[in-house]
């Protein structure tokens, strides 16, 4: 088999940002606290740190996730309840806040979620950003079995799928951040 839209590096690669009335120092005390990303997520509903000192380089945060049936319904994806690992990569107070997605063994991922915050007139600027280079051991497993057409319309989806949590993720922080 030739080369395949899974083959692509970038695989992903979004951003989206909102404003926010509230000083770096207080979005970044609010988005550095993985457990309780369920107030604002469309899929992780929270979770807890499993080792390292919590939202510092190195920390690795276990994720507690639910995805819906109607969540790209065709595609062979993980329904229901499921968990993740992710270990902190940047933590700069009032800066940025990313973390990198584990494989099941444990493994690094080329799959970055973060948050950067930049200064702006009554507030600042937040951006919720996500990259993926290679494809994950996950999206190896729901692509295996399908055929290149899939393939493509799976990735087209899926883009739409994390463009819109990420604009769903900045509006419910922006809520959660501005009614401190």
């Not at 083959?7 to 979005?27: G, I, K, Y």
């Not at 510092?56 to 065709?74: K, Q």
């Not at 290149?148 to 959660?176: C, G, N, S």
């Amino acid at each position: 088999m030739g080369a395949s839209v899974i083959d692509n590096s970038p695989l992903f690669e979004l951003r989206s940002d909102v404003q926010v009335s509230a000083t770096p120092e207080q979005v970044y005390t609010v988005v550095s606290d993985l457990p309780r990303s369920g107030e604002w997520s469309p899929e992780c509903q929270g979770g807890e740190w499993v080792s390292g000192e919590p939202a510092t380089v190195g920390a690795v945060f276990r994720g507690e996730n639910l995805r819906s049936e109607e969540v790209v319904a065709w595609a062979p994806l993980v329904r229901g309840t499921w968990y993740t690992e992710s270990r902190v990569v940047a933590a700069e107070p009032g800066r940025t806040f990313r973390w990198m997605m584990l494989s099941h063994a444990g493994a690094d991922q080329e799959s970055i979620w973060g948050f950067d915050i930049e200064p702006a007139d009554e507030g600042c600027v937040l951006t919720h950003h996500f990259r993926m280079g290679t494809a994950t051991v996950g999206i190896h497993k729901i692509v295996a079995d399908l055929d290149e057409p899939a393939r493509k319309r799976f990735v087209v989806e899926w883009t739409t799928k994390l463009e819109r949590d990420l604009q769903d993720t900045l509006k419910r922080l922006k809520d959660v951040i501005e009614r401190q």
